[in-house]
Structures are given as C-alpha cells and as structure tokens.
C-alpha cells in the first residue's frame, strides 16, 4: 500500500467521522433530514476508502504475479545452457586451480598452483 492510498484512506475515514459526529449534531438539533444526509454520505466515505484500500490490494497482487511470472521466464531462458553450465562447473573442479581452468593448462603457473602433484 503506498503512502498516498494511505493518505487517501485516512482522509475518507477522517471525514466520515466528522461528517457523522455532524450528523449527530444536526439530529440533536431535530434537523433529521439533514442528519441523515450526513450519515450517507459518511457512508459513502467509508466505502471509497475500503474500495481504495481492496484497489491497492489487487494491484499488489497484480504486481506480484507479473514478478514471478518474469522470474519463471528468466529461469526458463536459462535451461537451454544447464548442461553447459554443469561442464563448465565440472572442469572447474577438475582443474589443479583457477589460473589453470582459466587458461586451459596452457599458461600454468606452478608456483602458484596449489595443486601439489604436477607430474599429470
Ligand atoms: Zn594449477
């Protein structure tokens, strides 16, 4: 919920209130025509303000499927390249260190190797 549908809400709650503190004034005073005019539109006041707030529930809810529904595509784009994801973890691990999987043994630095066994 965002701090203007807040804002909004609390105004609508706020006016309601008055409107029927108002009202109840006005039928003290045996004005009951425009006591109840008052009370209905208090009334109306409360029902923007649950509309605001259930609007705000549903565009959260909305929100949050189009986000799953862009991470499942991001995950989707991304199987084709398991398998090569998986070798290339493989040859990681196989490798003596990352300097040898990164140049493919070809410029290896055996001093800074941590692997201990050079002779394969
Ligand atoms: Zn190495």
């Not at 929100?63 to 499942?72: L, M």
């Not at 040859?91 to 001093?111: F, K, N, Q």
């Amino acid at each position: 919920m965002t701090g203007t549908t807040r804002a909004l809400r609390l105004a609508c709650v706020t006016a309601a209130v008055y409107l029927t503190v108002l009202a109840y004034t006005s039928a003290l005073h045996r004005a009951h025509g425009h006591a109840a005019a008052l009370c209905c539109t208090a009334f109306l006041l409360l029902t923007a303000a649950r509309r605001e707030t259930l609007a705000a529930r549903d565009r959260r809810a909305a929100a949050v499927r189009a986000e799953r529904a862009a991470r499942a595509r991001a995950y989707a784009d991304d199987r084709p390249y398991a398998a090569e994801y998986a070798r290339g973890w493989l040859d990681l691990h196989a490798s003596c260190c990352l300097t040898g999987w990164h140049t493919g043994g070809t410029d290896h630095d055996l001093v800074h190797c941590t692997r201990k066994d050079h002779s394969r």
